[in-house]
């Protein structure tokens, strides 16, 4: 996820100093999001390096400062929310890949590896529903909405565990029918 | 700890021209207390395994235990009666009587089992409180809700305490407001002790409810995965950083 921009979105609404943006960070992902501060400050730097973002005011507690979005920063953010994203790589998770492996190395057996990936796919449905419980209590509805994206994206690869199983049955079964 | 459901290889083969297997050979048992979704597509024969459990169909082979009965030898009759005094059964589309009003919904189960109607009254009474529809007692399902009549419907299952609660798809009918009040009623009702098991398609349902979900297709349970407690906001925490140890 890009943090440039996050970072540029926050010091869109004020300046902030680096703390400051961890900790809105953190709070506008409801907490599902643990931001390290020295990844912070030298996004930042590298941000007041390419000119999207200038030093504010003096260098106030412990020698905190502040940032603020130059003109050049509102413009790269402007593009960068109009821009819609690509599709995600989707055949480039490690799953994929243990799949391919499986079907050459087990006699394409797959079905201990998609009963544990379907676990783990239940699980994160479990968590998720919670999260977007927890959400719609505090009133966050733009965090229900980022939930409910991630738990659409479960939904759909808990179907694709099903078709994966489905035809890992029916190849056995077809094996099966062969040699009789 | 007890068990309230034991399936033993149940099988069930409908002979309508071609023979067709609807149940392969389960085995499992549900434990009381217990919070089961059975999840499974269309076809993969978890409303037949309901069926079985409450009584409402007989397998081909195989031994099904309900509340410490074999139902396997039971006649038409004695089936009836297990129904009445063992299981409530909650539908998608409610199956009330569209000429009682809600109260009388909720009696005639009770009276059916041969409850007397001052203690059925007090029972119907104090569930449909619970269920937050005490005021609806005198109207007629036509002038409720979709949620309402599903709340009466759970009123009526379980209006004769039985240890087992069925439910077959119970938000399939309903608005997704609606839906996630039912379910949380029901959720809140097996936290009070009362076995649960809930069919449906609906995984994130099934995950967010649920203590055991298993997942069946073409009538084999191909799954049946015990969930942790939901973790939340923590649980994405761990899942980020593993993410960054990549």
Request: overall charge neutral; proline content about 3%.
């Amino acid at each position: 996820m890009s943090l440039r921009y996050g970072i540029l979105g926050l010091l869109a609404e004020q300046p902030l100093h680096g703390y400051e943006v961890k900790t809105r960070y953190e709070a506008l992902f409801g907490g599902t999001w643990d931001l390290n501060i020295g990844q912070v400050y030298t996004t930042l730097q590298r941000l007041e390096r390419d000119g999207l973002v200038g030093e504010v005011g003096e260098r106030g507690d412990r020698g905190k400062q502040r940032y603020d979005l130059t003109p050049a920063g509102r413009d790269a953010l402007h593009d960068w929310l109009q821009t819609p994203e690509e599709e995600p790589p989707q055949l480039r998770q490690d799953i994929y890949l243990k799949l391919l492996l499986i079907s050459r190395l087990a006699n394409g057996n797959l079905d201990t590896l998609l009963a544990r990936q379907r676990r783990v796919y239940l699980q994160r449905l479990k968590d998720l529903g919670e999260l977007e419980h927890q959400a719609r209590r505090q009133g966050r509805d733009d965090l229900v909405l980022l939930v409910q994206g991630a738990i659409l994206h479960t939904e759909a690869d808990l179907k694709w565990i099903d078709v994966c199983a489905d035809e890992s049955r029916r190849a056995a079964h077809s094996i099966g029918g062969t040699h009789q | 700890m007890t068990q309230v459901i034991e399936l033993t290889q149940v099988s069930k083969v409908y002979n309508g021209g071609a023979a067709q297997t609807a149940l392969d050979g389960i085995s499992m048992s549900v434990a009381s207390g217990e919070f089961v979704a059975v999840m499974g597509p269309s076809g993969s024969g978890k409303s037949t395994l309901l069926n079985m459990v409450a009584g409402l169909d007989r397998p081909t082979s195989g031994r099904v235990c309900v509340g410490g009965r074999d139902l396997t030898g039971l006649s038409e009759g004695e089936l009836a009666k297990f129904r009445r005094t063992h299981v409530g059964i909650v539908f998608q589309f409610f199956h009330l009587l569209n000429d009682l009003t809600v109260l009388d919904n909720v009696l005639v189960a009770a009276e059916l089992a041969g409850i007397k109607r001052s203690a059925a009254r007090q029972q119907a009474t104090a569930l449909l409180a619970r269920l937050e529809i005490a005021d609806k007692a005198d109207v007629y399902p036509a002038e409720l809700s979709g949620g309402q009549r599903q709340r009466v419907a759970i009123a009526r299952a379980l209006v004769n305490r039985p240890p087992l609660l069925l439910a077959d798809e119970p938000t399939g009918a309903l608005d997704s407001r609606s839906g996630d009040q039912i379910m949380e009623l029901i959720a809140a009702i097996n936290a009070s002790g009362q076995t649960v098991v809930l069919v449906t398609h609906d995984a994130k349902l099934a995950a967010r409810h649920a203590q055991r979900v298993i997942s069946m297709s073409d009538g084999r349970i191909v799954d049946d995965a015990v969930l942790e407690p939901a973790a939340g906001t923590r649980s994405l925490l761990t899942f980020q950083r593993e993410e960054a140890r990549r």
